[in-house]
């Protein structure tokens, strides 16, 4: 994990509807979400970033070393990039994106 992927500022910040990573909105449009980016595309395309992420989520975890953490396995994000991640996020990804993941075979797992 890059230090850049870590949040800078408390506010401001959105949750990836797919996994769960918090980042500001910016880091979201410069570099896209470190576990969905091939999924989502979310970098460099401000409107996928309002799609795919939300700004209500509840809590907050820092998983430096996912693999290792039983707190992230039981979160189910042991898998993922080393980063920030909410503990819930309220939202639902669009309808078509969700049409796209379930032709592709992909789910929160997958990722």
């Known amino acids: ?7 800078k500022d408390p506010r401001n910040l959105r949750a990836c509807l797919l ?33 795919c992420t939300s700004s209500n989520f509840d809590g907050l975890i820092s998983a430096m070393s996912p693999k290792d953490s039983w707190v992230c396995k039981w979160q189910r994000i042991n898998r993922y990039a080393r980063g920030m991640y909410a503990i819930s996020v309220s939202g639902r990804l669009p309808a078509p994106i969700v049409r796209e993941l379930k032709t592709r075979e992909i789910g929160r797992a997958h990722v």
């Open 19 to 51: 996994c769960s990573m918090v980042k500001s909105f910016e880091q979201f449009e410069f570099d896209g979400c470190d576990n969905c980016e091939e999924y989502l595309g979310m970098k460099n395309n401000r409107e996928m970033v309002y799609d």
């Open 1 to 7: 994990m890059a230090l850049d992927s870590i949040p």
